[in-house]
Protein backbone atom coordinates (compact mmCIF):
# COMPACT_ATOMS: atom_id res chain seq x y z
CA UNK A 1 0.00 0.00 0.00
CA UNK A 2 1.34 3.23 -1.29
CA UNK A 3 0.68 5.59 1.53
CA UNK A 4 2.59 8.41 0.34
CA UNK A 5 -0.34 7.93 -2.71
CA UNK A 6 -3.18 8.36 -0.79
CA UNK A 7 -1.88 11.66 1.10
CA UNK A 8 -1.11 13.16 -2.27
CA UNK A 9 -4.54 12.57 -3.28
CA UNK A 10 -6.56 13.53 -0.55
CA UNK A 11 -6.62 17.25 -0.77
CA UNK A 12 -7.97 17.51 -4.18
CA UNK A 13 -10.51 14.31 -3.06
CA UNK A 14 -11.33 16.27 -0.09
CA UNK A 15 -11.69 19.87 -2.21
CA UNK A 16 -14.18 17.55 -5.27
CA UNK A 17 -16.11 16.87 -2.49
CA UNK A 18 -16.97 20.32 -0.83
CA UNK A 19 -17.60 21.57 -4.47
CA UNK A 20 -20.14 19.39 -4.79
CA UNK A 21 -21.93 20.72 -1.63
CA UNK A 22 -20.16 18.95 0.82
CA UNK A 23 -19.51 20.71 4.42
CA UNK A 24 -16.13 20.67 5.26
CA UNK A 25 -15.89 18.78 8.41
CA UNK A 26 -18.49 16.11 6.53
CA UNK A 27 -16.36 16.31 3.18
CA UNK A 28 -13.19 14.86 5.74
CA UNK A 29 -14.74 12.47 7.95
CA UNK A 30 -15.91 10.77 4.75
CA UNK A 31 -12.50 11.38 2.90
CA UNK A 32 -10.75 9.53 5.86
CA UNK A 33 -13.39 6.78 5.66
CA UNK A 34 -12.39 6.53 2.46
CA UNK A 35 -9.08 6.06 3.02
CA UNK A 36 -9.72 3.71 5.55
CA UNK A 37 -11.43 1.62 2.71
CA UNK A 38 -8.60 1.88 0.69
CA UNK A 39 -5.73 0.74 3.17
CA UNK A 40 -8.15 -2.26 3.73
CA UNK A 41 -8.68 -3.42 -0.21
CA UNK A 42 -6.25 -2.14 -1.97
CA UNK A 43 -3.60 -4.39 -0.97
CA UNK A 44 -5.85 -6.93 -2.36
CA UNK A 45 -7.43 -5.60 -5.35
CA UNK A 46 -5.56 -2.20 -6.17
CA UNK A 47 -7.97 0.18 -8.32
CA UNK A 48 -6.47 0.98 -12.01
CA UNK A 49 -7.48 5.02 -11.08
CA UNK A 50 -7.20 5.92 -7.43
CA UNK A 51 -8.01 9.27 -7.42
CA UNK A 52 -11.20 8.50 -9.24
CA UNK A 53 -11.97 5.59 -6.57
CA UNK A 54 -11.46 7.38 -3.92
CA UNK A 55 -13.60 10.48 -4.97
CA UNK A 56 -16.44 7.62 -5.59
CA UNK A 57 -15.72 5.64 -2.18
CA UNK A 58 -15.77 9.22 -0.51
CA UNK A 59 -18.73 10.45 -1.80
CA UNK A 60 -20.71 7.29 -0.95
CA UNK A 61 -19.25 7.37 2.65
CA UNK A 62 -20.66 11.51 2.91
CA UNK A 63 -24.27 10.43 1.54
CA UNK A 64 -24.36 7.49 3.93
CA UNK A 65 -23.83 10.24 6.54
CA UNK A 66 -25.93 12.40 5.15
CA UNK A 67 -28.99 9.98 5.03
CA UNK A 68 -28.73 9.30 8.88
CA UNK A 69 -28.98 13.20 9.43
CA UNK A 70 -31.76 15.17 10.39
CA UNK A 71 -30.96 17.34 6.96
CA UNK A 72 -31.59 14.29 5.05
CA UNK A 73 -34.98 15.57 3.18
CA UNK A 74 -33.31 18.56 2.21
CA UNK A 75 -29.83 16.83 0.92
CA UNK A 76 -31.28 13.60 -1.01
CA UNK A 77 -31.06 15.62 -4.21
CA UNK A 78 -27.55 15.51 -4.16
CA UNK A 79 -27.85 11.32 -4.45
CA UNK A 80 -28.17 11.89 -8.38
CA UNK A 81 -24.86 13.88 -8.52
CA UNK A 82 -23.01 10.70 -7.44
CA UNK A 83 -19.32 10.91 -10.09
CA UNK A 84 -19.67 8.61 -12.91
CA UNK A 85 -17.49 5.85 -13.34
CA UNK A 86 -14.50 5.92 -14.96
CA UNK A 87 -10.91 8.08 -14.60
CA UNK A 88 -11.32 11.15 -12.58
CA UNK A 89 -10.28 14.47 -14.44
CA UNK A 90 -6.81 15.08 -13.59
CA UNK A 91 -7.29 18.68 -11.75
CA UNK A 92 -5.26 19.69 -9.04
CA UNK A 93 -8.06 20.85 -6.20
CA UNK A 94 -5.18 21.50 -3.54
CA UNK A 95 -4.72 25.30 -4.07
CA UNK A 96 -8.60 25.83 -3.00
CA UNK A 97 -8.43 23.67 -0.03
CA UNK A 98 -5.03 25.58 1.16
CA UNK A 99 -7.26 28.99 0.69
CA UNK A 100 -10.04 27.51 2.34
CA UNK A 101 -7.74 26.32 5.44
CA UNK A 102 -6.20 30.13 5.84
CA UNK A 103 -9.84 31.27 6.13
CA UNK A 104 -9.96 34.65 7.89
CA UNK A 105 -12.11 33.50 10.28
CA UNK A 106 -9.81 31.02 11.45
CA UNK A 107 -6.90 31.77 14.15
CA UNK A 108 -3.37 31.38 12.99
CA UNK A 109 -2.97 28.32 15.40
CA UNK A 110 -6.49 26.57 13.89
CA UNK A 111 -5.27 27.22 10.76
CA UNK A 112 -2.03 25.81 10.59
CA UNK A 113 -3.21 22.67 12.75
CA UNK A 114 -6.07 22.36 9.80
CA UNK A 115 -4.28 22.79 7.01
CA UNK A 116 -1.84 19.96 8.41
CA UNK A 117 -4.90 17.96 8.83
CA UNK A 118 -6.53 18.97 5.53
CA UNK A 119 -3.70 19.14 3.33
CA UNK A 120 -0.50 17.70 5.15
CA UNK A 121 -2.81 14.71 5.58
CA UNK A 122 -1.64 14.32 9.04
CA UNK A 123 -3.27 11.98 11.93
CA UNK A 124 -4.80 13.98 14.80
CA UNK A 125 -1.68 12.53 17.01
CA UNK A 126 1.22 13.53 14.57
CA UNK A 127 -0.05 16.93 14.81
CA UNK A 128 -0.59 16.77 18.68
CA UNK A 129 2.93 15.24 19.06
CA UNK A 130 4.23 18.12 17.11
CA UNK A 131 2.79 20.36 18.83
CA UNK A 132 3.25 18.94 22.23
CA UNK A 133 0.00 18.73 23.16
CA UNK A 134 -2.77 15.98 24.43
CA UNK A 135 -4.12 14.31 21.17
CA UNK A 136 -7.80 15.58 23.12
CA UNK A 137 -6.45 19.30 23.04
CA UNK A 138 -5.64 18.99 19.17
CA UNK A 139 -8.70 17.10 18.32
CA UNK A 140 -10.90 19.76 19.82
CA UNK A 141 -8.99 22.67 18.10
CA UNK A 142 -8.86 20.99 14.87
CA UNK A 143 -13.26 19.95 15.58
CA UNK A 144 -13.55 23.77 16.01
CA UNK A 145 -11.36 25.23 12.87
CA UNK A 146 -13.34 22.85 10.94
CA UNK A 147 -16.97 23.94 12.20
CA UNK A 148 -16.10 27.65 11.97
CA UNK A 149 -14.95 27.01 8.08
CA UNK A 150 -18.13 24.04 7.16
CA UNK A 151 -20.46 27.15 5.83
CA UNK A 152 -17.88 28.47 4.20
CA UNK A 153 -17.44 28.27 0.13
CA UNK A 154 -14.45 29.22 -1.99
CA UNK A 155 -15.81 32.16 -2.22
CA UNK A 156 -14.81 34.33 0.86
CA UNK A 157 -11.14 32.41 0.80
CA UNK A 158 -7.72 33.36 2.71
CA UNK A 159 -5.40 35.49 0.28
CA UNK A 160 -1.85 34.53 -0.70
CA UNK A 161 -0.40 36.23 2.18
CA UNK A 162 -2.53 34.45 4.48
CA UNK A 163 -1.64 31.17 3.19
CA UNK A 164 2.24 31.99 3.34
CA UNK A 165 1.71 32.95 6.95
CA UNK A 166 0.03 29.54 8.01
CA UNK A 167 2.88 27.93 6.08
CA UNK A 168 5.68 29.92 7.06
CA UNK A 169 4.14 28.94 10.88
CA UNK A 170 4.40 25.40 9.78
CA UNK A 171 7.96 25.85 8.97
CA UNK A 172 8.88 27.37 12.30
CA UNK A 173 7.37 24.85 14.43
CA UNK A 174 10.80 22.80 13.53
CA UNK A 175 10.44 19.20 14.41
CA UNK A 176 9.37 16.74 16.96
CA UNK A 177 7.60 13.69 17.56
CA UNK A 178 6.72 11.19 14.04
CA UNK A 179 6.31 14.23 12.15
CA UNK A 180 9.10 16.59 10.81
CA UNK A 181 7.36 19.74 10.21
CA UNK A 182 9.68 22.12 8.41
CA UNK A 183 9.97 19.34 6.36
CA UNK A 184 6.39 19.02 6.11
CA UNK A 185 6.27 22.73 5.37
CA UNK A 186 8.62 22.44 2.66
CA UNK A 187 6.93 19.87 1.15
CA UNK A 188 3.68 21.50 1.13
CA UNK A 189 5.22 24.54 0.03
CA UNK A 190 6.66 23.01 -3.11
CA UNK A 191 2.79 21.76 -3.76
CA UNK A 192 1.62 25.33 -3.67
CA UNK A 193 4.64 27.27 -5.83
CA UNK A 194 3.75 24.41 -8.39
CA UNK A 195 0.08 25.62 -7.90
CA UNK A 196 0.40 29.45 -8.26
CA UNK A 197 2.56 31.81 -10.09
CA UNK A 198 3.46 34.22 -7.64
CA UNK A 199 7.24 35.27 -6.47
CA UNK A 200 6.20 35.73 -2.89
CA UNK A 201 5.44 32.29 -3.15
CA UNK A 202 8.64 31.27 -4.10
CA UNK A 203 10.18 33.48 -1.73
CA UNK A 204 9.15 31.73 1.03
CA UNK A 205 10.33 28.36 -0.72
CA UNK A 206 13.83 29.46 -1.46
CA UNK A 207 13.79 30.79 2.28
CA UNK A 208 12.86 27.54 3.85
CA UNK A 209 15.57 25.34 1.68
CA UNK A 210 18.08 28.33 2.76
CA UNK A 211 17.67 27.66 6.19
CA UNK A 212 16.71 23.86 6.29
CA UNK A 213 20.27 23.84 4.69
CA UNK A 214 22.03 24.63 7.82
CA UNK A 215 19.99 22.16 9.96
CA UNK A 216 22.29 19.67 10.55
CA UNK A 217 24.49 21.92 11.59
CA UNK A 218 22.07 23.53 14.23
CA UNK A 219 22.30 21.41 17.13
CA UNK A 220 25.61 19.50 19.07
CA UNK A 221 26.13 16.22 19.39
CA UNK A 222 24.79 16.53 23.23
CA UNK A 223 21.88 18.94 21.51
CA UNK A 224 22.36 21.91 22.60
CA UNK A 225 22.28 25.35 19.99
CA UNK A 226 25.41 26.06 17.92
CA UNK A 227 25.28 29.61 16.93
CA UNK A 228 25.26 31.11 12.98
CA UNK A 229 29.43 32.05 13.74
CA UNK A 230 29.96 28.90 14.75
CA UNK A 231 28.27 26.02 12.56
CA UNK A 232 30.28 23.98 10.73
CA UNK A 233 29.53 25.21 7.35
CA UNK A 234 30.79 21.99 5.55
CA UNK A 235 27.77 20.41 7.07
CA UNK A 236 25.42 22.53 5.36
CA UNK A 237 23.50 21.20 2.38
CA UNK A 238 24.51 22.81 -0.44
CA UNK A 239 22.31 21.17 -2.68
CA UNK A 240 19.50 23.22 -0.91
CA UNK A 241 21.63 26.19 -0.41
CA UNK A 242 21.71 26.20 -4.48
CA UNK A 243 18.33 25.59 -5.44
CA UNK A 244 17.01 28.09 -2.66
CA UNK A 245 19.30 30.63 -4.29
CA UNK A 246 18.40 29.74 -7.85
CA UNK A 247 14.41 29.83 -6.80
CA UNK A 248 15.08 33.53 -5.14
CA UNK A 249 16.91 34.61 -8.29
CA UNK A 250 13.89 33.95 -10.52
CA UNK A 251 11.54 35.38 -7.85
CA UNK A 252 14.23 38.31 -6.61
CA UNK A 253 14.48 39.45 -10.97
CA UNK A 254 10.58 39.90 -11.68
CA UNK A 255 10.85 42.70 -9.40
CA UNK A 256 8.06 42.42 -7.15
CA UNK A 257 9.83 42.54 -3.77
CA UNK A 258 8.00 41.05 -0.76
CA UNK A 259 8.87 40.41 2.90
CA UNK A 260 9.78 36.39 1.93
CA UNK A 261 12.02 37.44 -0.74
CA UNK A 262 13.76 40.10 1.57
CA UNK A 263 14.51 37.50 4.29
CA UNK A 264 15.76 34.85 1.72
CA UNK A 265 18.12 37.15 0.09
CA UNK A 266 19.82 37.87 3.87
CA UNK A 267 19.61 33.91 4.12
CA UNK A 268 21.28 33.59 0.92
CA UNK A 269 24.16 36.23 1.96
CA UNK A 270 24.91 33.87 4.99
CA UNK A 271 25.41 30.88 2.89
CA UNK A 272 27.27 32.21 0.27
CA UNK A 273 29.75 32.79 3.06
CA UNK A 274 32.60 30.92 3.32
CA UNK A 275 33.25 31.60 6.61
CA UNK A 276 31.14 33.68 9.37
CA UNK A 277 34.40 36.41 8.92
CA UNK A 278 33.28 36.97 5.30
CA UNK A 279 29.92 37.69 5.69
CA UNK A 280 28.47 40.32 4.15
CA UNK A 281 27.23 42.46 6.82
CA UNK A 282 26.67 45.70 4.96
CA UNK A 283 24.45 44.13 2.54
CA UNK A 284 22.54 42.33 4.89
CA UNK A 285 21.44 45.54 7.05
CA UNK A 286 20.01 46.85 3.40
CA UNK A 287 17.86 43.87 2.83
CA UNK A 288 17.05 44.20 6.65
CA UNK A 289 16.42 48.07 5.91
CA UNK A 290 14.35 47.21 2.56
CA UNK A 291 12.57 44.18 5.37
CA UNK A 292 11.88 47.03 8.04
CA UNK A 293 10.00 49.14 4.99
CA UNK A 294 8.17 46.21 3.85
CA UNK A 295 6.81 44.84 7.23
CA UNK A 296 7.48 47.97 9.92
CA UNK A 297 7.89 44.95 12.43
CA UNK A 298 9.58 45.67 15.34
CA UNK A 299 11.53 41.89 15.34
CA UNK A 300 12.78 43.02 11.92
CA UNK A 301 14.53 46.41 13.82
CA UNK A 302 15.66 43.52 16.50
CA UNK A 303 17.61 41.78 13.98
CA UNK A 304 18.58 44.58 12.09
CA UNK A 305 20.64 45.66 15.40
CA UNK A 306 22.84 42.88 15.32
CA UNK A 307 23.64 42.99 11.92
CA UNK A 308 24.62 47.03 12.22
CA UNK A 309 26.54 45.73 15.07
CA UNK A 310 28.15 43.60 12.77
CA UNK A 311 28.86 45.99 9.93
CA UNK A 312 29.45 48.94 11.82
CA UNK A 313 30.52 47.85 15.39
CA UNK A 314 28.78 46.82 18.49
CA UNK A 315 28.16 50.44 19.59
CA UNK A 316 26.55 51.57 16.76
CA UNK A 317 24.40 48.28 17.52
CA UNK A 318 23.55 49.20 20.39
CA UNK A 319 22.32 52.36 19.42
CA UNK A 320 20.05 50.71 17.23
CA UNK A 321 18.66 48.43 19.86
CA UNK A 322 18.39 51.56 22.64
CA UNK A 323 15.49 52.92 19.88
CA UNK A 324 13.51 49.63 20.09
CA UNK A 325 10.92 48.25 23.08
CA UNK A 326 13.10 46.56 25.88
CA UNK A 327 9.90 44.42 26.14
CA UNK A 328 10.63 42.81 22.97
CA UNK A 329 11.46 38.87 22.95
CA UNK A 330 15.47 38.07 22.30
CA UNK A 331 15.71 42.37 23.09
CA UNK A 332 17.87 41.02 26.38
CA UNK A 333 20.01 38.19 24.62
CA UNK A 334 20.93 40.96 21.60
CA UNK A 335 22.01 43.73 24.27
CA UNK A 336 23.90 40.92 25.93
CA UNK A 337 25.62 39.53 22.40
CA UNK A 338 26.55 43.35 21.95
CA UNK A 339 27.90 43.81 25.29
CA UNK A 340 30.20 41.36 24.86
CA UNK A 341 31.36 42.22 21.53
CA UNK A 342 32.29 45.50 22.91
CA UNK A 343 34.11 43.72 26.00
CA UNK A 344 31.59 44.70 28.33
CA UNK A 345 31.77 41.00 30.35
CA UNK A 346 30.56 41.87 33.69
CA UNK A 347 26.53 43.49 32.01
CA UNK A 348 26.89 40.93 28.96
CA UNK A 349 26.94 37.83 31.37
CA UNK A 350 24.29 39.92 33.62
CA UNK A 351 21.90 39.97 30.42
CA UNK A 352 22.80 37.08 29.32
CA UNK A 353 21.77 35.29 32.81
CA UNK A 354 18.74 37.88 32.67
CA UNK A 355 17.48 36.46 28.95
CA UNK A 356 17.96 32.62 29.88
CA UNK A 357 14.93 33.18 32.40
CA UNK A 358 13.22 35.06 29.53
CA UNK A 359 13.89 32.14 27.01
CA UNK A 360 10.99 30.45 24.90
CA UNK A 361 12.28 26.78 24.81
CA UNK A 362 14.25 24.75 26.86
CA UNK A 363 17.53 24.69 24.57
CA UNK A 364 17.48 28.28 24.41
CA UNK A 365 17.61 28.82 27.31
CA UNK A 366 20.53 26.15 28.13
CA UNK A 367 22.11 28.23 25.78
CA UNK A 368 22.39 31.41 27.15
CA UNK A 369 23.15 29.60 30.38
CA UNK A 370 25.91 28.33 29.68
CA UNK A 371 27.03 32.18 27.69
CA UNK A 372 26.69 33.97 31.17
CA UNK A 373 28.43 30.80 32.88
CA UNK A 374 31.35 31.29 30.23
CA UNK A 375 31.83 34.78 30.83
CA UNK A 376 31.67 34.44 34.19
CA UNK A 377 33.90 31.68 34.54
CA UNK A 378 36.69 34.19 32.10
CA UNK A 379 36.16 36.66 34.23
CA UNK A 380 37.46 34.87 37.05
CA UNK A 381 40.95 34.35 35.92
Avoid at 61 to 73: E, N, S, V, Y
Wanted: hydrophobic fraction near 45%.
Amino acid sequence: MDEALLRSLTPSVLTLLVRRGADFAAAEDAVQDALVEALRVWAADPPRDAKGWLVTVAWRKFLDATRADTARRRREDRVEEEPAPGPAAAVDDTLQLYFLCAHPSLTPASAVALTLRAVGGLTTRQIAEAYLVPEATMAQRISRAKRTVSGVRFDRPGDVATVLRVLYLVFNEGYSGDVDLAAEAIRLTRQLAASIDHPEVAGLLALMLLHHARRAARTAPDGSLVPLAEQDRGRWDTGLIAEGVGILQAALARDRLGEFQAQAAIAALHADAPTAEETDWVQIVEWYDELARLTDSPVVRLNRAVAVGEADGPRAGLAALAALDAALPRHTAVAAYLHERDGDLATAARLYAEAAHEAPNLAERDHLTRQAARLNAHRRR
